[in-house]
């Protein structure tokens, strides 16, 4: 008698362990497959309007352009020229430009991502490229056709997929712009840093000034750096801006956006999160 309730109740022990340990399976299988929260793009809706809608943001770019103009004609003056040293007096004229955000607008894409809670992918970012649909920024063109009309040649040295040239080359021609070839469509091979093409290109050009929406376009000193760094190094370089660094806005995305976030891959929701703890209240 003894011996058949001890064999009851192991079999009950084995049937509980048995039970707890397939009802802890499929809770973890349940857990591991729980799908992450859908991407809300929301919060990108002023940034995007603002590039589109916003006639403050049409003057800003002309703006920058007309700026360009003027420092580009106060190098032309040959009594600005006698100021330099003679090995780059003999230089040919450089400008480099990003494309993205500075020479095309491509707030229609970001415009698409946002409607369809899509994060930024490849897919859809090359199937936008191959459109060839991005129009210019106010007064690229004429002041990009001006700068080449005056002896200047004009570089585009741009973080675009290398699978994405002739898209681009493309899509550059069609908005206008004059001189537009292999040779000075210079896009991402490697390294998404652009210090070493600004670097090769100023071995034979004399860079008169670089232009760009985000801050890595002019110099490495705020790659991977941090919101606090950013500033910092911005403060060291304000002498530059306006002469031979000159800024298109972008409040749609950025390196700004991935200092906030240090640089790190973390969900939708932690991103949402890192940018609500970043705001500076009253």
């Known amino acids: 008698m003894r011996t058949k309730k ?17 009802l802890m399976g499929v809770s973890a299988k349940t857990q591991t497959a729980r799908p992450q929260p859908a991407a809300d793009l929301q919060y990108q809706i002023g940034g995007t309007l603002y590039m589109q809608k916003a006639a403050e943001y049409r003057s800003l770019a002309y703006q920058a352009f007309n700026l360009a103009r003027l420092r580009l004609d106060a190098d032309l003056d040959k009594k600005n020229i006698k100021k330099l040293p003679k090995a780059e007096r003999r230089m040919p004229r450089a400008i480099v430009v ?10 229609p894409a970001q415009a698409y991502s946002i409607a ?8 859809d970012w090359y199937a936008w490229g191959e459109m060839r649909k991005a129009k210019a920024i106010p007064g690229a063109v004429d002041f990009l056709n001006y700068a080449v009309s005056k002896g200047a040649k004009v570089f585009y040295v741009s973080n675009r997929d ?15 712009l004059t001189d ?11 390294e998404s840093s652009k210090e070493a093409r ?7 050009f004399r860079i008169l000034m670089l232009m760009g929406d985000n801050l890595d376009d002019f110099s490495n000193v705020f790659e991977k750096r941090s919101i606090a760094d950013r500033f910092a190094e911005a ?5 530059n801006f306006g002469r031979n660094f000159i800024v298109l806005p972008n409040a749609m995305y950025g390196t700004w956006e991935n200092a906030i976030y240090d640089y790190g891959r973390l969900t939708e929701t932690q991103k949402a999160e890192k940018r609500m703890s970043a705001l500076e209240l009253p």
């Not at 990003?98 to 707030?107: A, G, H, P, Y």
């Not at 537009?180 to 490697?190: F, H, S, Y």
């Open 6 to 22: 001890t064999l009851n109740t192991l079999a009950t022990i084995t049937l509980s362990v048995i039970s707890t340990y397939f």
């Open 98 to 107: 990003d494309i993205d955000e500075t020479i095309l607008d491509n707030s």
């Open 180 to 190: 537009v070839a292999a040779d000075n469509v210079i896009l991402r091979a490697g």
């Open 116 to 123: 369809n809670n899509a994060p930024f992918n490849l897919k």
């Open 235 to 239: 403060d060291k370089a304000r002498e």
């Open 162 to 176: 290398e699978v994405q040239k002739q898209a681009t080359i493309d899509n550059l021609k069609k908005v206008g």
């Open 198 to 204: 600004r670097t090769a290109i100023a071995k034979t």
